[in-house]
């Protein structure tokens, strides 16, 4: 109970900050130009989701904002069409349907099945910290992937449907339809990559047989072969600014651990493994960083293996600055990414004081009342407020230059959350 008086009007300003700050023992916090505030600033733990910011910033760097993912697509000798995996951690049953336009556009009407390539991928690059629940955000990487590896069932009449309109419900759909638990629910494919690439080839054949093309039932999973001529590749409709706006709001762990294998390959060749990954990423921060004492297991926050400081997160946002309308806007004054593991909690990102956008990185280990990190944050702008000389104009003009382009600002709370978590 003593931490919930964070939540209330501070007391009467002091000489000291920190002593209006009652951080819990075990908590990190550091602020853009207040010194006086920090506490274990520079001692490296876990930041869960927050890590997801370095990896949006990592794919930017890499790709750029108007970057669109593409997948390579073969016909065989015998008539089979061919997609090769590369990594796009995007392809939903919109884009699938876009990606049967392309394939009717290169003036093909039969298809004597569909072969699945994911071989950019080594087999079984499971990051560490997923678990083998049905839950969306444990849902597994791989080099192709549909819907974020995850189904949208429901249950009317103890009859078992699809959830949304432009997905059918397929035969792998079903055999996983086992583990809905309540009457609508959206859950992962497991841990089976057979069963990823059996459920893509799938939903493709219905969407290749709505367009009009001939397609017979046959599957094959295994590497594109060398005799099969390229029909293009397709390319995602979707930027990297929209997958990064999305695995931000939504803190969707499966688009950022799909960024860091692909950009694991992309830098250290294919096929991607988490070890190239890390070494990609690990360079990714030496080359613009001077971190000492840090360690990346994976992309997403989930594992506890991930250590960086609160000094190395606030070096990070200000790095991240042209970009902050990336960031989910919890209020007015404040944009930032939440962290979350069964003992972790952190916030990390901007709050606005008297027109200006401070940097501040907040971890805690801590289980317990979630919305503290929210009462900190805010404890934190008003005492922040009262000690920050308002900037004349021109200043303020500077300092709030933020917003990169008006379509970081589209509605987001409008679209359906694919693979929404908590954190």
């Known amino acids: 109970m003593r931490f919930l008086v964070l939540a209330l009007a501070l007391a009467t300003a002091t000489t000291s900050y920190a002593s209006n700050l009652q951080l819990p023992a075990n908590a990190s916090l550091w602020v853009e130009g207040h010194k006086e505030l920090s506490k274990n600033s520079t001692l490296p733990r876990a930041p869960a989701s927050t890590l997801k910011v370095l990896t949006a910033l990592y794919a930017i760097d890499t790709l750029g904002l108007d970057y669109h993912f593409k997948t390579p697509l073969w016909i065989d000798k015998n008539g089979m069409l061919w997609v090769e995996g590369q990594g796009d951690p995007s392809i939903t049953s919109e884009t699938l349907e876009a990606m049967a336009d392309y394939v009717k556009s290169q003036n093909i009407a039969q298809i004597s099945g569909i072969g699945v390539d994911s071989s950019y991928y080594a087999s079984n690059q499971i990051p560490d910290g997923i678990s083998e629940t049905a839950n969306p955000y444990d849902a597994m990487p791989a080099a192709l992937i549909l819907n974020y590896n995850t189904i949208f069932i429901k249950r009317v009449n103890g009859k078992i449907l699809s959830a949304e309109p432009q997905t059918p419900l397929t035969p792998t759909a079903l055999f996983y339809a086992a583990k809905l638990q309540g009457n609508q629910e ?41 005799h099969a001529r390229s029909i293009g590749n397709f390319e995602n409709p979707k930027t990297l600014r929209d997958v990064l706006q999305d695995m931000l709001y939504y803190s969707n762990n499966i688009i950022a651990n799909q960024l860091f294998l692909t950009l694991g390959a992309m830098q250290q060749g294919s096929p991607s493994t988490l070890e190239k990954s890390q070494l990609a990423m690990t360079n990714f921060v030496d080359g613009h960083f001077k971190w000492q004492q840090f360690h990346i297991e994976e992309g997403s926050g989930l594992s506890r293996k991930n250590h960086i400081s609160a000094a190395q997160l606030g070096e990070l946002l200000e790095t991240f600055r042209p970009y902050q309308s990336l960031l989910k806007e919890f209020s007015p004054e404040l944009q930032a990414k939440t962290g979350t593991l069964s003992d972790v909690s952190a916030l990390a990102g901007y709050v606005k004081v008297n027109d200006q956008w401070v940097r501040f990185a907040l971890m805690m280990d801590h289980s317990g009342a979630p919305g503290l990190r929210f ?49």
């Open 186 to 226: 959206r859950i992962n494919l497991g841990n089976n990559p057979v069963d990823f690439q059996t459920y893509f080839a799938e939903q493709l054949r219905a969407q290749l047989e709505k367009k009009g093309i001939a397609v017979r039932n046959l599957i094959k999973i295994a590497k594109t072969p060398a």
């Open 375 to 423: 009462s900190l944050a805010n404890a934190l702008r008003q005492q922040l407020a009262r000690s920050t000389p308002v900037k004349k104009k021109e200043q303020v003009a500077k300092a709030t230059t933020l917003k990169e382009s008006s379509k970081l600002k589209k509605d987001l709370d409008k679209k359906e959350s694919l693979a929404a978590l908590p954190n």
